[in-house]
């Protein structure tokens, strides 16, 4: 397996409707998590303890929320937050 990034449950619900350049720097950020939870989790296929709780992070423009799945190596991005019109 290999670290990757999605949205939750599919790209369409997270983040249909939002500027561009918002989701480009969704995407720049969740890449960043990606490779952070690579360091956490050396060995994510085999981990065994429960997974961490749902984060909020700040974006330029708004603010995304996810959560890391060590199992399954994944960083699941479940809802994007910006102001109207960003």
């Given at each position: 397996?290999?670290?990757?990034?999605?949205?939750?449950?599919d790209?369409?619900?997270?983040?249909?409707?939002?500027?561009?350049?918002?989701?480009?720097?969704?995407?720049?950020?969740?890449?960043?998590?990606?490779?952070?939870?690579?360091?956490l989790?050396?060995?994510?296929?085999?981990?065994?303890?429960?997974?961490?709780?749902?984060?909020?992070?700040?974006?330029?423009?708004?603010?995304?929320s996810?959560?890391v799945?060590?199992?399954?190596?994944?960083?699941?991005?479940?809802?994007?937050?910006?102001?109207?019109?960003?």
């Open positions: 397996m290999s670290w990757a990034w999605e949205y939750l449950p790209a369409e619900h997270v983040a249909g409707g939002f500027p561009a350049d918002f989701l480009a720097a969704v995407e720049l950020r969740a890449a960043e998590l990606v490779r952070a939870a690579e360091v989790y050396l060995e994510g296929a085999s981990y065994e303890g429960s997974g961490e709780p749902m984060r909020h992070l700040d974006v330029a423009g708004g603010l995304l996810y959560y799945v060590p199992r399954l190596e994944l960083v699941a991005i479940c809802q994007l937050t910006a102001p109207p019109g960003a």
